[in-house]
Structure formats: C-alpha cells, structure tokens
C-alpha cells in the first residue's frame, strides 16, 4: 500500500513478475496503474506490504532498485531549453552511460542528424517520448516501466516500442506496461493484469480483442 | 563519476539553461536595476541621502531579484518532472545541491555586478575599500545561493511556491541583508561599521546553509 497525500492506494494489490516477462497493466482511470509504476521505480515509499523489485526491498533499498530501472512516465523528464542532443549526454553522463551506448540507444529510437540539434522545446509529443525513451534504454534497464508508450506515438515509433518490449523480455528483463491500448499491446505481451479498487486480477485477453479496459 | 565531476555536470547543465533563456541577464538583472531607479523615486531625496541609503537599498533589490533567481532555479527541474530524473539517475543529493547551488551563485553575482553598476551610476555611490565590498559580496551572494537552493528544494513540486517562496526565503535572508549591508556600508564610506566583522558572518550563514543543504538535500529530494 502507498499513500499518496492522505489517500490510500493499491492497498491489496499483489503482483508477482517474473524476468523475461512482459505484463501489461490495465485498468480504469485513477486505479492505480501509473501509482503501481512509480513504486516500483522507486519513486514512491511503500507503506505497508512487501514490494520487492529486482531482489532488492523498495522500503530500505529504493536508491538502488532506481538506477536499474527504465521508467517513461506521462512525463519526459526532458529539460525544454536543451538540444535533444544535449539532454541525452546529460543524462547519459548523470547514469554513467559512455557515449557509445548513448548513440545506440538514440538510434534505436531513430534520433538521428538535426533532431540532436533541436531543443526539446520544439519537439512534437512523439519525438519528445522517443528522446525520453533514449535516455531510458541507454541505461539498458533490467525492468522497464512503461506508463502509455504508445501515447502521442506514429506508427514508426509504436512499432520502435513494441521492439523495445519484445526485445527487453527476449533478453531476460521484465517489462510492466500500462496502456489503454489493448489490441496494441496484446501481440507484445505475455499477460494482462487489471489493477481496480486498490486489486491487481490477472485475467485473460479477450477473445475478441476488443480493446477495452478491463 | 566523482563528486565534483557531478556538481559540474549540475551546475554546467543549470547554466547552460540560462545562457540560452537569458532569464538571469534579460529579466532579474533589470527587474534589479529597476527596483534601485523605484526606489530613488519613491524616497525623492537628494544625492547625499541617496548615498546614505545606498548599500541597504542595494541589498534589498538583490534580495528581492534572489526570489526570482531561485523560483527559476526550481521550475527547471519542476517543469517535465525532471527532478525525477534525477532521482532516477543515481547522482548524489549533495551534487545536485552544490551543482544547482553553484549555477545559482553565478546568475547572482551577475545580476548583482550589474546593480553595483546601477547604483554607482543612479545614486553616484562611490567604492572606498573595493576588496571588502568585493569580499562581502561573494559572501552575501554564497549564503543567497545556499539557502535559496535549500529553500527551492524545500518548496519542490509544491503548486504554490511561487507565492510561499518570498514567505519563507525573505526571512531567512535577513541576517545577509543586514550582514550586507553594514558591510557594504564600511566599504562605500557610509557608515563608521566593521565591515570585515559582519564580512565573516556572512560566510559564517554561508557555511551553514551549504552544510544543512548537503545534508538535507536527499531527504528533501525525495518528499517532493
């Protein structure tokens, strides 16, 4: 359970994933899904309960569990007055990223030739998440964290997520996803959980593929 | 990376913001100098008074352009949740604390070189001892710099603090407005006061602002 301000959330949760999985996280709005991913990236204290991410106890141990996960939030956590280039060395050099891990990761986002040049400032919603999803792989995270990847996303760069999720679970990392997007993120994923009034349900993809929330 | 390698690296990125928005040179530092012009008008006195006046009406628009400078300092981070980020990054809180508190003191001793300008100019202040006035200065503005990046830690993510920033900070401020002050006072001639004395009070709020921001900055860093 967390508490976030006086309120309560995800107070019977339990969720259990496993490396080399990938599980996508659905749910209504406000459920706790984004909640669930901040936690396990270490940006929010558990109250009570046990969470443990990577081996390592997030109440005594969150510094750790931080630097080896890979989280895109609703986000960038970009600076607006920086060159897309720029942004990347900085938080390359801040994670102790070398500058050749750094170029394969923006390549593999497609950030090449003038988009380093351009201030995050000016970039659409989709580049802005392709640079914020750079900065993350460079760091080649054990659990990546994705809240709506997808979001604000042509279908170039929904194709470079669902690579990066396959990949990311096919080298024995975990991936939580939270999306909306059901019959986007079905093909990627290996399960589905719906997180709703503070419970977190494994249930099955729908037959139909019909793309609800739960 | 080692500690200082990190402070740089917060303290390159901070300015580097600023050279390129220009907040510090386009809009504190004539904010300051028109803060100084208002305060000739307001008090409508004649030359000599002026110069009586000089160093506390000089630290009083330092001060109050410091707000704008630390509100800066703090949206920065705030803006796409970059402060996350660098919860994320595994850098050290102290770094982050002496990397921002570093880029701070820098845009501040430029907003303040460019108001010893203006009041040298406006109220034909004059300078008797340069090395004290430049001495108390760098004092002054090192315990602006510490408790302001203190402060903006402190405030983070909260929606109100452009409003409960001058709440706080000014108060915390005064033993440097009047340490200052009288300093600045013994330097231009105005006032009979040991100026070194109150110099090294300076250094003294300096001193332990930069220790409670290096020690507190973690904790800080994460509630917000």
Redesign the interface.
């Known amino acids: 359970m967390v508490l976030l301000g006086r309120f309560p959330a995800l107070a019977g949760a339990s969720l259990v994933v496993e490396p080399g999985e990938s599980v996508l996280l659905q749910g209504p709005n406000g459920a706790g899904k984004s909640t669930l991913l901040r936690l396990c990236?270490?940006?929010l204290?558990p109250e009570r309960g046990e969470a443990t991410v990577l081996g390592r106890d997030l109440r005594t141990d969150r510094?750790s569990v931080?630097?080896s996960?890979g989280?895109v939030?609703?986000?960038?956590?970009?600076?607006?007055?920086?060159t897309v280039g720029?942004n990347l060395r900085?938080?390359g050099?801040?994670?102790?990223v070398d500058d050749s891990q750094q170029r394969a990761a923006a390549d593999r986002m497609q950030i090449h030739g003038r988009l380093f040049d351009v201030?995050?400032a000016r970039l659409s919603a989709g580049q802005r998440r392709r640079t914020a999803l750079a900065?993350a792989a460079a760091r080649r995270p054990e659990l990546w964290l994705l809240d709506e990847p997808h979001a604000g996303l042509d279908q170039d760069g929904r194709d470079i997520v669902d690579a990066l999720i396959t990949d990311a679970a096919d080298a024995g990392g975990a991936v939580l996803v939270a999306s909306h997007e059901l019959d986007r993120v079905e093909p990627v994923v290996d399960r589905r959980v719906i997180i709703e009034g503070g419970q977190a349900t494994e249930k099955p993809f729908p037959a139909t593929g019909a793309g609800s929330d739960a | 990376?080692n500690h200082f390698e990190?402070i740089a690296?917060i303290a390159g990125?901070d300015l580097?913001?600023e050279g390129?928005?220009r907040v510090a040179l386009n809009q504190i530092a004539p904010f300051a100098i028109l803060v100084i012009v208002l305060f000739g008008f307001a008090l409508d006195a004649d030359r000599t008074t002026l110069q009586t006046f000089t160093p506390g009406l000089y630290w009083m628009a330092v001060l109050l352009s410091s707000v704008l400078a630390v509100h800066r300092s703090v949206a920065?981070e705030a803006?796409?949740?970059?402060r996350?980020?660098?919860?994320?990054?595994?850098?050290r809180p102290a770094s982050v604390f002496l990397g921002k508190a570093v880029a701070l003191v820098a845009q501040l001793l430029i907003v303040a070189i460019v108001l010893l300008g203006g009041v040298l100019i406006f109220y034909s202040a004059s300078i008797e001892d340069p090395v004290l006035l430049v001495t108390s200065l760098l004092g002054a503005v090192l315990g602006v710099g510490a408790a302001g990046t203190l402060y903006g830690a402190l405030l983070g993510s909260q929606r109100a603090r452009e409003t409960i920033l001058p709440i706080l900070l000014l108060p915390v401020l005064a033993p440097v407005l009047i340490a200052a002050t009288r300093a600045f006072g013994d330097a231009m001639g105005t006032t009979g006061t040991d100026g070194w004395a109150w110099t090294q009070l300076l250094y003294a709020f300096a001193a332990i602002y930069t220790a409670f921001g290096v020690l507190s900055h973690g904790v800080l860093m994460?509630e917000n």
């Not at chain 1, 609703?74 to 920086?82: E, R």
């Not at chain 1, 050099?93 to 102790?96: L, M, P, S, T, W």
């Open positions: 990236a270490g940006l204290r510094r931080r630097s996960v989280y939030g609703h986000q960038s956590m970009l600076y607006d007055d920086l720029e900085f938080w050099k801040a994670a102790g201030q995050v900065v | 990376m990190e690296l990125k580097r913001i390129r928005s920065v803006g796409e949740g970059a996350e980020g660098l919860l994320l990054s595994g850098l994460e």
